[in-house]
């Protein structure tokens, strides 16, 4: 300006106050699209910490002038300020993206490179709708750490008299504020920053039945920033795929050979495809993503900005597998003893698209009390617990379809035995369905969760005797210790 030539760095904020909250309620239905997030706060302080650098103004009409305009002036302020009973009401409209919404489990999202772009790319339209501000009472702001007294003795002055002026407009002023210019303001930052997010990736949380290995295809493809975890191809051996289907004929080719469909993600910004056979770099390739009236293709070569095509649009077929792949799809060796209605188990978990073929629980009754079957046990163990009450071990395909989610003990989270083998042991996975999964020896200890089927079969296996409680958590003679 043409006072002075001002430059301010923000070195450091603390604050005060958040173990004052006397309300705190986060992410409310208030109607079927809208949140409403309240909180209130005793107490509130904040202080800022700055590098002030003032020089001459360089303005040709310039108040204050000065020979030399390398003068340079630095202050590290402080600017401390408070406030006490803080009230927020904020609500937000959150529309997502209901075709990749469903299917979708939380432990699929979680296990993401990048989770927070996977999410953000499920939001279909977000506005903040209201933001609603009280304030109890304003502390005089302070301000301290200037080195020369002049400035010093000015600013305080100044900030001081007009705490005194505009205290009382400021208050009455505040609300208006907060619901008209700040939520203006909040609404475009959180919608710059979602859309940001969307576009630096997206969600693929199913991969492939065969690995990379499996299908001869190299994950190092022509693109130096691939991630390695990922293969593509547009052919078998010397046999290039259709190159001019439909986006469901896409998807059966590339799941018929152990494949999958590519995301977008995959396609686009991390290029693991490019250079992968057929000459389709320059032919745009469908991904497994919706988009509003289709699903969204882009250049097989990478980098180019994606579009929605309908999904009867004709276009070649390039596939992606994953270096770690998915088990193959299994079927319960035996059927549970008792079925989901002699268990009294809900056939409908938590998960929105479960087939409603499968019950399960992670509690059992042991000496007429219901408890969890176990926090840690072998896979013998948990295939005993769960045979005693007529149940059965769940296969990795309903643990990880989330046939299972929400049923008891927290066990949501934790790895759980299945009744699915792999070389050397069982597969483990979340219990609440997608992300992660491995391979354990049968000596590991794991926590237990049962399935059970709606119909059961003469030829399941005769039900074992009752377990004693203190079974579940000290088998062996460590349980016989405690008398039993």
Known sequence: DKVSKTKMTLIGMRIWGLDTFKTFAPLTLIDSLTMQNAFH????????ELDISLQPSDFPDAILRHADMSVDVHERVTISFGIDNLNVLLSAVLVLKQQELNGMPLGGILDQDHALSCLSSLISHFEVAGLDVSVGNIHEPTMSGFISKGIDHL???TV???FVAYEPSVLKALPKIFQTTLRGIIDRELRKIIREWSQNGSCNWRKSTKTCAELGWNPDSYSPIDSLKVCGSSATGAHCYPSAVTWATAKETCEGFGARMCSIDELASSHETRGTGCAY??????SSNVCAGGYLATMGVGGQPPVCEPADQLHPVRCCADVEARPKKVQPT?????????????????????????????YGIFNGHPRCWSWGATHARAAQLCKSH???LCTFD??????????GCGFDHSHLWSSTECDGGFISTKGGGGGSFSCESADTLLPVRCCADIHSANHCGSESPALDFRDVFLPGPEAKALGG
């Open 41 to 48: 706060l005793d107490q509130f302080k904040c202080e800022v």
């Open 155 to 157: 600013f305080t002055k």
């Open 160 to 162: 001081e008299a007009m």
């Open 281 to 286: 770099d320059q032919n745009l390739i469908f």
């Open 334 to 362: 035996i059927c549970s003893k008792k079925t989901c209605d002699d268990l009294q188990w809900p056939v409908d978990s938590a998960a929105p698209n479960d087939s409603l073929n499968v019950c399960s629980s992670s």
């Open 390 to 392: 007529g149940a059965r």
């Open 398 to 407: 309903e643990l990880y379809e989330r046939e299972t989610m929400g049923t």
